[in-house]
């Protein structure tokens, strides 16, 4: 794989992850209970999109720990092979490569500018793995095996394709679909999350 798109890879599949650990999640205890702020993921993130006339692809595999106040990704490529962690608390968002200086920034949306030159949604995609979103009205939305799409505040369209267990009474999402038409120079963004193993810390 060329050193360029090798990069852009691991910036995108660690942006988004960090951009996902890092949202508010205050509100989201308050409101809904089934909502944990500790959490353990393991899974895969695809993502197809085109920029200047060219569709790109990519796809990693994510370690995701979750504790209140801190976040740790670890981002491997298909091969299992780490290619990058990442450390988020609520006074830095930081990507390490190996043989690399860490990257560091006070929030999560310089960090993503930085490392991919444009932005991914910063709150929500939290909620999204458990199974929430805020619709485009600001109301909550709780995603269930009846009703399973939604278009984000933001401009997200959402689809929970598959749950890890449908007839549970708050069903956690398995594989999640998420589109954008355009985001900055990017067209027709398209992300699939596919959530192994779930589990409360």
Known sequence: MPITRRLSLLALSAAFITLAGCATTSTNVATVGAYRDSIDLDGRLS?????????ESMTVNFDWAQRPGRVDVTIANPLGQTVA?????????????????????ADVDT??????????????????LQGYAVDAQGQRFSASPAGNEVVTQ????????EW??????QPAPRVIHATRAAVGDIQDLEIRIVINQAGQG
Do not use: C, H, M
């Open 111 to 128: 960090l993503s500018q930085r490392t991919l030159g444009w932005p991914l949604p910063v709150s929500g995609l939290r909620d999204w």
């Open 154 to 161: 933001d401009g997200w369209r959402l689809r929970f394709v």
């Open 47 to 55: 993502v197809n999109y085109q920029k200047s006339g060219n569709r």
């Open 85 to 105: 962690t990442i450390e988020v608390t609520p006074q830095s968002a930081t990507l390490t490569q190996a043989g690399r200086a860490p990257v560091t920034e």
């Open 164 to 169: 890890q267990d449908p007839n549970a009474a």
